[in-house]
Each structure stands twice: as C-alpha cells, then as structure tokens.
C-alpha cells in the first residue's frame, strides 16, 4: 500500500506556495518578504510530504476498520515526524517569524491582501502543529499496536 499526502492538504500546499510565488515578484520589501517566506515554507512542505503528512492518508480506511500489512510504512514515517518534531516546530517559529516581517512590510506598503495572505499561513501552520503531526504519530502508534510490530 502506498503512503500519500492526502489530496486536499497536497492541493493546499501547492495554492499556498502558489500564492506566495506570486507575491515575490514585487521589487519592494514586501517583496522581498515573501521570498524569503517562499524558501522556507518551500522546505518545509516538502519535508511535511514526504514523512509527515502521509500517514494522515490512511485515516478513511482506519476509521472503518481496515488493517493491513502494507500500511505499516505509516509507522517508520511516524517515527520519523516524532523524532523530527522539534526540527519542524522549530522551523515553524522560524516561518512565523518571517510571516510576521511580512505583515509589517505588507502593511507599510499597502498589500493588505498579503496581511490576509500571512495570518492564513500562519493558521496552516497551527493546524499543523495541533491536528496534523499529533495525529500522524498516533496513527503510527496505533498501527505499531495493531501489527505488532
């Protein structure tokens, strides 16, 4: 069985780091902003893809049931997103932060929709942080129980 993202947080990302690519092409400091707001979000959702969010793809067949073998690779991803998780929270802080410079500039230079834009990522990131990492690991856990292994 193999792992994915689920679509709806894959396509979140994309229009998310859509957006952001967008607004780097402004030569001001909101500009600049949000470049730097792309590179790091562009590591860290990669990073999320590819151990973190995979899990959570499990969810529907777990939810009624289903159990089986080849969807112990959530375990090894679980483990890994457990063991990472200060890595990751911290380069939330580090998101954050630079979405916070990016609201400063965006208001000083009349982008509002960028202040809209900033307080939405940082809401993505929250969600994240509370729902998305907490219940990769469980599910992990719990297949670690359910497999044995």
Do not use: W
């Not at 689920?6 to 396509?11: A, D, E, G, Q, Y």
């Not at 500009?31 to 969810?59: N, Q, S, W, Y």
């Amino acid at each position: 069985m193999e792992l994915k993202t689920p679509t709806p947080l894959k396509s979140e990302h994309q229009a998310l780091y859509a957006e952001i690519n967008q607004a780097a092409k402004l030569q001001d400091r909101t500009g600049k902003a949000t470049r730097l707001v792309a590179r790091l979000i562009e590591r860290h959702f990669a990073k999320e893809e590819e151990f973190a969010l995979p899990p959570l793809g499990l969810l529907p067949a777990l939810a009624q049931g289903t159990i089986e073998p080849g969807m112990a690779a959530a375990i090894t991803m679980a483990a890994r997103l457990h063991d990472e998780l200060p890595d990751l929270l911290a380069e939330q802080r580090v998101i954050v932060a630079a979405l916070e410079e990016l609201m400063a500039a965006a208001e000083s230079e009349g982008h509002a929709e960028l202040v809209g834009f900033a307080e939405k990522l940082m809401l993505h990131e929250e969600i994240e942080q509370q729902v998305s990492y907490p219940t990769a690991i469980l599910i992990g856990k719990y297949l670690q129980l359910r497999l044995k292994t």
